[in-house]
């Protein structure tokens, strides 16, 4: 499919006709809609043996993505973590919907809520990108999102948080507060 696109890049170009030109550029744009789509499902992740930021295309997950530092998978199937030194990065670099849970490691809630959240990043991988935050050990970044409990679940498109809860929520409660355009 890329190639295709090329193609037509080129020809459109090429033509001396503006007419002609125009209804290749029409057929271009028409042909590059899928492939743009895709191109654009872009996500900026921490790789999670040497914490190097990645940039990953979502649409091309088959084609297993590997750190561009030391070689090993970025998987983004489960909840990958952010710091204060990588957040800022991971939601202004990913073009998806990012989902953020905010745990710490002694907060039973947060334990139950875990399974659910493994469960959405599998279900969701490439359509949402699934974080994990330990409010322990980044409080510049609890502090800036204002967190008072855990778990605090924050839902952020374009790098704005859109939507928030506070406490364990079942998958279905989960699915909604991802999908909702509104706060809850
Ligand atoms: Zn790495």
């Known amino acids: 499919m890329p ?20 209804m290749r550029h ?47 998978p970025i998987l983004v199937d489960w909840p990958v973590a952010v710091t204060d030194a990588t957040v800022h990065a991971v939601l202004a670099g990913t073009a998806v919907p990012v989902l ?4 710490a490691d002694w907060c039973g809630p947060c334990k139950i809520m875990a399974p659910i959240l493994d469960d959405f990043a599998r279900d969701h991988q490439g359509a949402v ?33 859109v939507n928030r809860h506070a406490g364990v929520i079942s998958r279905q409660q989960l699915d909604a507060l991802v999908s909702s355009p509104a706060r809850g």
Not at 100 to 103: A, E, G, P, S
């Open 3 to 22: 190639i295709l696109t090329r193609w037509f890049v080129k020809t459109s170009l090429q033509s001396a006709r503006p007419g002609i030109g125009i």
């Open 26 to 72: 029409v057929h271009f744009k028409r042909r590059c809609a899928g492939v743009c789509y895709g191109a654009h499902k872009r996500a900026t992740v921490a790789c999670p043996f040497c914490v190097t930021l990645n940039r990953v295309d979502l649409a091309r997950l088959g084609d297993r993505p590997k750190c561009g530092n030391c070689g090993r």
């Open 129 to 161: 990108l699934v974080t994990k935050l330990d409010t322990d050990r980044n409080r510049a970044t609890t502090q800036r999102f204002g967190m008072r409990a855990i778990p605090t679940l924050l839902v952020f498109r374009h790098g704005r948080e």
């Open 100 to 103: 953020m849970d905010c745990y």
